[in-house]
C-alpha cells in the first residue's frame, strides 16, 4: 500500500521509479513533509568541469574557488596567499585556456564538458 503524506508518511517513496542517481541526467523534484508542511525540491546535476590542459593542482584548487563564487581576496584568505599570488595564478589559468575573465573560464570548463 503507497503512504499518503495526509497520512504522515513518506511522500517521496515510490515518486521515482529510479534508485540510481546516475541514471537520471535531468532536474528531478522531490516532495517531502516537513513540520507538518509539504515541501517541494527542485534537484538539478551540476555538470562536470574540464580543467584547462596543463593546469597545476594548485590552479585547480583557485579554478574550483572560482567556480564557487569566491573572489580573489577570498580565495587568497583561503589558501593563505597573497592577492598578487591568486592574481598571478588566475593569469596563468587564463593563459592556459585562452580566456579572459573568470566568465570566461567557467562556461569553457562547463561546455561539452561531458564530451
Known amino acids: ?8 508518511g513518506d511522500p517521496t517513496e515510490g515518486d521515482n521509479p529510479s534508485s540510481d542517481p546516475e541514471s ?4 528531478r523534484v522531490s516532495r517531502m513533509r ?6 517541494l525540491v527542485l534537484s538539478v546535476p551540476l555538470p562536470h568541469l ?8 594548485a590552479e585547480q584548487e583557485i579554478i574550483d574557488a572560482v567556480s564557487r563564487g569566491l573572489t580573489v581576496k577570498e580565495i587568497a584568505e583561503q589558501r593563505g596567499a597573497s592577492l598578487r599570488t591568486v592574481t598571478t595564478q588566475l593569469g596563468a589559468i587564463f593563459r592556459k ?3 579572459n575573465s573568470q ?3 567557467i562556461s569553457m ?4 564538458a561531458d564530451e
Open 50 to 57: 574540464r580543467y584547462p590542459e596543463a593546469t597545476t593542482t
Open 24 to 27: 537520471d541526467a535531468g532536474p
Open 1 to 8: 500500500m503507497e503512504s499518503d503524506p495526509k497520512d504522515g
Open 34 to 39: 516537513v513540520g507538518g508542511e509539504d515541501i
Open 97 to 99: 585556456a585562452g580566456v
Open 103 to 105: 566568465a570566461e573560464l
Open 109 to 112: 570548463m562547463t561546455d561539452d
